[in-house]
């Protein structure tokens, strides 16, 4: 009867006509009536307010729909967490991260998981934070790779800060020709305002954190391209296209070609003034099996290699 009664209530409060509900649940509309009225009997309150034109949910009704729609998501989280151990000979765990996670990382990580759990399928994406944070609250993803999460809902279990760098282009009024590295401390970068950079989504946490770094230190970034993936974004940037602040591994010198250095500076950002959060996020009543927990240790161990010392 719940699952009946959320439908009810949800297409009630979209439509605000019960005749139009019930065409699109394809139920009558007698049958709608008789189910919130005893609904309204069983509980003792008025769920709609028949008087308003559209007719509305009362204020009851609305904390029964939000209930209803809590207790339904509950639900299908404990169905799919209760088939997920149940299967974890041959389970199933879906991983994501953003952009600042790369195949360095992923790589060893794999390969030493499959070791030990040959006959698990894993499913590895990227997404931004955004619809990772979704993802996660909907069921339909395990870990979340990077940056922490705004949900109070989803752990977060921090396991380093990543170092970040500056490209500046031969574009710039900043760019110093002959050098591949700059220092951070010798550089005025408020002369950077109004200069081209190269972006990721903007609702994406690291692209947040970016932008309210440079509106702190006084500058007014530019964003002349916007990217879905980090990757192409650095690499736009080491092709001097732009500006950008990106994870210190994508600016290593083993990745840039002699012709790529001479175009661009590269500036350690000091990670007392930034760094990027790195991390792993899931849900908090989310079952500790043994797989699990060992792909934690396994990335928290090879993070350390990953990431640059300073």
Known sequence: MNSKLLSFLEEIKAQGNMSKAAQALFVTQPYISRVIKNAEVNFGVKLIDRSSHPIQLTYAGERLLAFLQEENRLRANLDREMTHLSQFKYGHLTIASNEVVTNDLYKPVLVRFYNKYPNIHAQITRMTSRDAEKRLLSGTLDFFIG???????????????LPLVLI???TSKLYEPGKVFTNYEDLDLTKLSGESFIGT???????RLVNSFLNDIGVSAKISIEVPDL???SDLAIEHVGAIITPEPFANPRRLTDEQKKHINVVKIPTDVLTANFGISFIKNKQTSEPVTDLLNIISEYVEEYIPKR
Do not use: F, G
């Open 168 to 170: 500046i282009p031969e």
């Open 231 to 233: 990757h192409l974004a």
């Open 201 to 207: 989504p903007q609702e994406d946490n690291y692209q």
């Open 147 to 161: 940056h922490a999460l705004q949900s109070h809902k989803v752990e977060y279990r921090p396991i380093a800060q």
